[in-house]
């Protein structure tokens, strides 16, 4: 049963567009959602987090926003880059400290 | 700082065979968990330890198993290798608890193949 989803396992955007990535989850005890990012042959690196109490955390171009009573999240990345093309994997933690990943969104970034 | 080393980096294995894997995580990072990347099913959590004790353990069968050393290098056993065992492991290193204000810092991962 997969608790985190991300539905598109492919995105391509124009650069300087806005790239949206989109996360559903199913649990309601997650309480903390971060977003890390994958290059080929690189482990996965941290991106940006957002706590449950809060609907919105930005850090430069990226900004994710939660709707808790969805239960999504997404990640914006404005504008988009040419090296912003690769793996986005959104994860949730419980009280567990287990990080509970999604199976990845593929962004390509057209010059 | 050096990040999250992992060795070896490839390695190919026949079905039966076991295989130990190794994360050395950031100097002064007590917590170290492993995954399982697959295409199709994203990251999957194995197990985490801190202070050698394993502290979560993911829904993966008892052929796999871990263990952390007092410097905090850990490895990684997977016996009696299957051919759905191959995928890439990654290894993760944070300062105290894999959580909300600890970071998770990846290592780039050991490519195992099982023919």
């Known amino acids: 049963d997969q608790q985190v989803k991300q539905n598109s396992p492919s995105l391509s955007v124009q650069e300087g567009r806005i790239s949206i990535l989109n996360c559903d989850y199913t649990?309601?005890?997650?309480?903390?959602f971060l977003w890390y990012k994958k290059y080929p042959a690189e482990g996965p690196t941290f991106l940006i987090s957002i706590s449950s109490i809060k609907d919105k955390n930005e850090d430069g171009r990226f900004t994710v926003f939660l709707n808790k009573s969805a239960k999504h999240l997404s990640l914006h990345i404005v504008p988009s880059q040419p090296g912003d093309s690769a793996v986005y994997f959104c994860?949730?933690?419980?009280?567990?400290?287990?990080?509970?990943f999604g199976t990845g969104t593929r962004l390509k970034v057209l010059a | 700082k050096a990040g999250v080393t992992q060795t070896p980096r490839y390695l190919i294995k026949t079905r039966g065979q076991q295989v130990t894997l190794s994360c050395s995580p950031i100097s002064g990072h007590r917590s170290v968990s492993w995954y399982q990347q697959t295409p199709g099913q994203g990251l999957q959590f194995l197990f985490e330890y801190f202070s050698e004790t394993q502290r979560n353990k993911g829904n993966f069968p008892g052929r796999f198993s871990g263990r952390q050393f007092s410097n905090s290098r850990s490895e990684m056993n997977v016996s009696t290798l299957e051919l759905g065992d191959s995928a890439l492991y990654l290894c993760?290193?944070?300062?105290?608890?894999?959580?909300?204000?600890?970071?998770?810092?990846f290592g780039p991962g050991t490519r195992l193949t099982v023919l």
């Open positions: 994860a949730a933690i419980s009280g567990t400290y287990k990080y509970i």
């Open positions: 649990n309601s005890m997650f309480d903390y």
């Open positions: 993760a290193s944070s300062l105290v608890a894999s959580g909300r204000s600890d970071t998770q810092y």
